[in-house]
């Protein structure tokens, strides 16, 4: 089991700049990347930015330019460093673990979620 604790949330005004982070603990050994996923009211859930653990980074094309994903793998952490902030940024922001366990046979996979921490951006 790993266990995904946010922090960082808030209200900001466009424009602005928030920090989020997210830091692992449990079997940590498992974890295979971690990410950002977002969703807004009356929206689906959809991925911001993932670091997999090669070092390869994904983001979401509405962010490019403006999110800086980056781990401390000494952490077990995660960080999202949010730039230019937009209202349509306003979310929850949940902090994403994908790990696997076993090889062949016994491979099994999971997908650890935090609680989420609320962005708002408005004036």
């Known amino acids: 089991q790993v266990q995904l604790v946010e922090s960082g949330g808030g209200l900001v005004q466009p424009g602005g700049s928030l920090r989020l982070s997210c830091a692992a603990s449990g079997s940590t050994f498992e974890i295979r990347a971690m990410g950002w996923y977002r969703q807004a009211p009356g929206q689906e859930r959809e991925l911001v930015a993932m670091?997999?653990?090669?070092?390869?980074?994904n983001y979401a094309d509405s962010v490019k330019g403006r999110f800086t994903i980056s781990r401390d793998n000494a952490k077990n952490a995660v960080y999202l460093q949010m730039d230019s902030l937009e209202p349509e940024d306003t979310a929850v922001y949940y902090c994403n673990a994908p790990a696997s366990t076993g090889q062949g046979r016994t491979y099994v996979k999971y997908n650890y979620w935090g609680q989420g921490t609320q962005v708002t951006v408005s004036s």
């Open positions: 670091e997999n653990n090669d070092g390869s980074i």
